[in-house]
């Protein structure tokens, strides 16, 4: 089952344009939802930063937002999913190819549910990370289509037996190819402010609140490469990856080579969040 503009139709039934600009240009924007117990994880936040987006790129949001939350809520109901996830993408719209962007043009809406599990595995035993220089535009703030730097990025962790990369600007860490990054150092968590050089993620705000109310100190401050390899802990977070220890950068090890107290307890608050 797929959401396509204002109707729902079975995979079959959607027939893309090869005009689509976001099939020309990677012009349009997405969002990835979670889905818990059948609901969905702070939708609010989620459709007010694909708003954002959409506006940040002049396309106009095709709906209110109390008008696409009834519609993604139908879907979720439509599709049976329990846990997993939902992909929103709204492209520019439908015209022959020119750099200009044509006037009357209307934003094409997608959007379907996937059954996809919790990475519990990962997050229990950590994942190893790769650094790489922060090749992105200037404007990683908007949840943009045009993914390449970070689809290859991520492949560069693939290719090194790695499972995220965490990129760098001149050696000051942003974020990583499709998840923020925080570290802890004596008992302080640092992460990079929200800015245009990051996506402002979702989870990233979630965990911070939690922490902010668990009384750790937090600091979103731009930090180096240097202060990651000296750091206590290190963790990701995400839509999908939750918060999820990083054990090794570059094949050194993060402190004993165990996911931290600090992070564990953060995923502890996570977990009841998500399950209350
Ligand atoms: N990516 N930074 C980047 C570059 C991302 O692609 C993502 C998420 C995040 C975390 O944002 P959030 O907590 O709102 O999910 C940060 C999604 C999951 C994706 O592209 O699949």
């Known amino acids: 089952m797929l959401l396509y503009n204002d109707l ?9 344009s090869h005009e689509d600009r976001g099939y020309y240009f990677g012009d349009g ?19 007010q930063r694909l708003k954002r987006s959409c506006e940040e790129i002049q396309i106009q949001f095709p709906y209110t937002i109390e008008e696409i939350n009834d519609k993604l809520l139908q879907l979720v109901q439509k599709s049976f999913v329990h846990e997993g996830t939902l992909y929103l993408q709204i492209t520019r719209g439908v015209a022959p190819r020119s750099h200009v962007i044509p006037k ?29 220089e922060d090749i992105r535009w200037l404007r ?12 290859l990025a991520k492949q560069n962790a693939v290719n090194h037996s ?20 925080m570290i802890v150092h004596d008992g302080e968590i640092h992460t990079h402010p929200v800015n245009h050089l990051i996506l402002n993620g979702v989870t990233r705000a979630v965990v911070l609140k939690l922490a902010a109310k668990a009384g ?37 090890i993060v ?17 009841k969040l998500i399950t209350s």
């Open 8 to 16: 729902f139709l079975n995979k079959e039934e959607v027939h893309i």
């Open 29 to 47: 924007v997405y969002e990835v939802f979670r889905i818990y117990n059948g609901k969905i994880f702070e939708t609010e936040k989620h459709l």
């Open 104 to 132: 009357d043009i209307k934003p094409v809406v997608l959007a379907y549910c996937n059954e996809v599990n919790r990475p519990l595995d990962k997050m229990q035993s950590g994942i190893k990370a790769i650094t790489q």
């Open 140 to 151: 990683c703030d908007i949840k943009s289509l045009n993914l390449l730097p970070n689809t």
């Open 162 to 181: 790695a499972e995220e990369t965490i990129f760098h600007r001149d050696g000051v860490i942003t974020e990583c190819s499709a998840s923020n990054i």
């Open 216 to 252: 750790f100190p937090i600091k979103e401050h731009p930090f180096d490469l240097k202060q990651l390899n000296r750091a206590d802990e290190v963790f990701i977070t995400g839509t999908t990856v939750e918060i999820t220890p990083i054990i090794s950068i570059d094949q050194l």
């Open 255 to 271: 402190s004993d080579g165990k996911p931290g107290k600090i992070t564990r307890e953060l995923q502890n608050l996570y977990e």
